[in-house]
C-alpha cells in the first residue's frame, strides 16, 4: 500500500477502505508518512468530502492510536457531554453534578481553556484546593460511589488526532466537516463513554459560524458515534452572543451554582435541561425528554443538585463552603461600570469580541503558556432583547488593573443599542438519530 495511491484515490473523489484509513493514521502517528504527504490528504478530504462509512473508521483509527480509558468498572451508562465551546460556556460546571443527581455516573475529562476564556478545569482551579488530577482508580471510585467525579486530560489519548490538528492548522484544513467531527469524537470515545450528548454552538462566537454549517456538523458526529455503537444526540444552540451573564473563572463558578439551586441566568438554566434531560434519557433513567426534564427540575428545586456539587467538590479537596459563601471565591480588585451611551435595546452582543476583552483582562489564554487570572472577567447586566436607559450599566468589568480603556473600547464597539427589541433564539435544533 502507497500513501500517494491513497492520496489520489480520494483527490478524485473515491472513498477509502477501512485498511487505507488505517494505514495513514497508523503510519502518520509513527513518523513513516510525512507531513506533505498528510496534508496532502487533508486538503483531498477538505474538497472531496467523505462518506458516513469512512469518517466512522477515521475516527475509529484515531481513537485507536493511542491510550483508551477503559471504564468499564464503572457501573451503569457512562454519558458523555462535548461542547464545541464559546463565551461564557458552564455547562460542564452544572450538568455533571445534575445529572449525577439522578445517579447517573458523571465521568468527566475536561481540558484547559486556549481563547476567551479557560476551560473546565481551569474554572474548578478557581475553587481552593480542587485536585483535577487524581489516579484514574479514584476516579473510578469516587464515580461509583458519588456519581461524579470530573478530572483533567491524561494519557496518550489519540495522539493522530493532535498531529493531525496542528498540521491542519497550518495548511488551511480546519474547517473540514469530516475532519472536525472525527477529532472530536474520537477524544469522546477514547475518554471511555457509552453515549455521548453533543452542544454544537453556532453564532459570532462559535466555531461553526453558519447554522448549515453547524447542522452538518452535529449530523456527522451523530452518524459518526451511532455508527460505532456510542448512542448519540446533538443540540445546534446559539453562540452570538455570550451564555449566561458572567465571563471569567471564577465568576462563572458562582454562576454555576446559582444555576444548580434554580436561580441562573435563564438561558444558561434551559441549556442544562436540555442537555441534561437527553443525558438523563440516553442513561435509560427516563423514558422521554420530558421525563427527564421533569426530574432535573425536581432535583434543582429540593436542593439534591447542590449537595451534589458540594460532594463532588469534596471529594477532590475543594473547599465546598464556596456554595454557600461564593465571596471566598477569588475576588478582582477593582469592578468597574460600563454605562450605557443610549437609551434602547440591546440588539447585538458580538460574543467572541466580547471574549477576547475577557481575555485581554487576564480570563483567557492567548498563547498556551499564558497564566490564567481566576478573578477577571466581566458580568453582564443586560442581553439581546433587554431594555436599556443611557447611563445604566451594561456590565461590570472586573479587573486587576487599573486602567481597562481598550476593553471598554472593545465592548463599547461589540455591543449594539437600537431602537428595536428582538427576541434572541437559544436551541435551533434537537439531533436524535
Not at 478524485?12 to 490528504?41: C, R, W
Not at 458580538?350 to 498556551?368: F, H, T, W
Request: negative net charge.
Amino acid at each position: 500500500m502507497r500513501m500517494v495511491d491513497i492520496i489520489s484515490k480520494k483527490r478524485d473523489g473515491h472513498a477509502l477502505t477501512k485498511e487505507e484509513i488505517d494505514f495513514v493514521i497508523q503510519g502518520y502517528t509513527n513518523g513513516e508518512i510525512p507531513d506533505y504527504q498528510m496534508s496532502a490528504l487533508a486538503m483531498a478530504i477538505y474538497f472531496q468530502d467523505m462518506n458516513d462509512q469512512e469518517r466512522a473508521d477515521l475516527t475509529m483509527a484515531m481513537v485507536n492510536s493511542g491510550d483508551v480509558l477503559d471504564l468499564s468498572a464503572i457501573e451503569g451508562i457512562k454519558v458523555d457531554k462535548h461542547s464545541t465551546g464559546g463565551v461564557g460556556d458552564t455547562t460542564t460546571l452544572v450538568l455533571a453534578p445534575l445529572v449525577a443527581a439522578l445517579d447517573v455516573p458523571v465521568a468527566k475529562m475536561s481540558g484547559r481553556g486556549l481563547g476567551h476564556t479557560g476551560g473546565t478545569t481551569d474554572k474548578l482551579d478557581a475553587i481552593a484546593g480542587f485536585q483535577t488530577e487524581i489516579e484514574k482508580a479514584d476516579f473510578i471510585r469516587l464515580v461509583n460511589d458519588d456519581k461524579v467525579a470530573v478530572i483533567g486530560q491524561t494519557g496518550n489519548l489519540t495522539p493522530a488526532d493532535k498531529k493531525i490538528y496542528a498540521l491542519r492548522d497550518v495548511t488551511g484544513t480546519v474547517n473540514s466537516i469530516p475532519l472536525i467531527a472525527s477529532s472530536i469524537m474520537s477524544k469522546k470515545i477514547a475518554a471511555g463513554s457509552d453515549a455521548i450528548v453533543l452542544d454544537v454552538k453556532t453564532g459570532a462566537g462559535a466555531f461553526m459560524k453558519s447554522l448549515e454549517d453547524a447542522e452538518a456538523l452535529a449530523h456527522a458526529m451523530v452518524q459518526i458515534g451511532n455508527k460505532v455503537n456510542r448512542q448519540t444526540m446533538a443540540i445546534i444552540s446559539d453562540m452570538s452572543q455570550p451564555l449566561g451573564y458572567a465571563i471569567g473563572n471564577a465568576l462563572e463558578v458562582k454562576e454555576a451554582i446559582d444555576t444548580l439551586k434554580g436561580e441562573g441566568p435563564k438561558d444558561l438554566h434551559e441549556l442544562v435541561l436540555v442537555l441534561g434531560s437527553q443525558m438523563v434519557v440516553l442513561a435509560g433513567k427516563a423514558g422521554s425528554l420530558e421525563e427527564a426534564r421533569g426530574m432535573l427540575e425536581e432535583v434543582m428545586r429540593n436542593g439534591q443538585a447542590i449537595e451534589k456539587f458540594k460532594v463532588m467538590l469534596r471529594n477532590q479537596g475543594g473547599d465546598d463552603s464556596v456554595v454557600d459563601h461564593p465571596e471566598k471565591l477569588p475576588t478582582a480588585k477593582y469592578q468597574i461600570e460600563l454605562p450605557a451611551k443610549t437609551s434602547g435595546y440591546v440588539s447585538n452582543i458580538v460574543a467572541d469580541e466580547v471574549g477576547i476583552a475577557a481575555m485581554m483582562l487576564g480570563a483567557g489564554r492567548a498563547k498556551k503558556e499564558d497564566n490564567v487570572d481566576p478573578a477577571v472577567g466581566l458580568v453582564l447586566h443586560k442581553k439581546v432583547g433587554d431594555r436599556v436607559e443611557a447611563g445604566e450599566s451594561l456590565l461590570t468589568i472586573h479587573a486587576n488593573q487599573s486602567d481597562v480603556e481598550a476593553i471598554k473600547e472593545r465592548l463599547y464597539n461589540n455591543i449594539t443599542i437600537s431602537d428595536q427589541a428582538t427576541e434572541p433564539q437559544l436551541i435551533y435544533t434537537i439531533i436524535t438519530e
